[in-house]
């Protein structure tokens, strides 16, 4: 089995021997691997949906590794705080993420378990709903995969709440020097400026044009900086 250049990223960033749990585990091709390559000593595969956990308990069975548990349940509601050292949740919109973060009150008892976030859409609500509630991002590292960039960070709970530039929330701690970064930062750069661009002659909405406008033109800067 060969992962996608995406799933590589994040099998790279889980430390040796940890317990992971990885949430929306679809085809468990992440926990195969990270058995398989004895990364992890352990793997909790949860997915909300029956049939991806079935697929999935298929290819585990397969694969004719052990130590990988799977379990129906929505996030992380069926996992306990002793169980999962590292918590992998990926191929998710940001808005649902930022959910099962903010309901997993055992994400912010010391020690703060690692999350290794992929964020699919609304990276912005993500990095925003991190910082609001306590976590800091250690690292980001943007990925291209299939004409599409995504960006996988990792993060833990310190307990400060930090308010963050606008421009954070869309491109966080992404490295610009790096082709994929730039890339990253790019696209976000485009969807701030496409929004700006529909509403830019809407007297009603002049406060969200602003915010679009000034918020591209950071990361534009931004941009320039990183090529001298």
């Known amino acids: 089995m060969t992962l996608t250049k995406r799933l590589s990223l994040i099998a790279s960033l889980v430390p040796d021997n940890s317990n ?50 799977t379990r129906l349940c929505d996030g992380l509601s069926s996992v306990e705080k002793s169980e999962a050292d590292t918590v992998v949740i990926a191929g998710i919109g940001g808005e649902v993420i930022s959910g099962i973060i903010t309901r997993t009150n055992w994400l912010k ?83 701030l400026f496409s929004c700006a661009t529909a509403l830019q002659n809407l007297p009603d909405k002049k406060a969200e044009y602003e915010f679009y406008a000034d918020t591209a033109a950071q990361i534009g800067n931004l941009l320039n900086k990183s090529e001298n």
């Open 109 to 191: 008892a010391s020690p703060s378990p690692l999350l290794i976030l992929q964020p699919t859409t609304s990276p912005e609500i993500l990095r925003r709903c991190l910082y609001e509630n306590g976590f800091e991002i250690s690292d980001e590292t943007a990925v291209e995969e299939n004409g599409k960039i995504y960006t996988v960070m990792r993060a833990a709970h310190t307990g400060e709440k930090i308010c963050c530039p606008d421009w954070f929330y869309y491109i966080g701690k992404t490295d610009l020097s790096s082709c994929d970064g730039r890339l990253y930062a790019e696209k976000q750069y485009n969807r």
């Open 20 to 69: 992971v749990c990885d949430v929306g585990t679809d085809h468990a091709y992440l926990p195969i691997m990270l058995m398989k390559s004895r990364k992890a000593r352990r793997v909790i595969a949860t997915d909300i949906r029956p049939l991806p956990l079935e697929n999935a308990r298929k290819n585990i069975a397969l694969s004719g590794v052990v130590g990988i548990e």
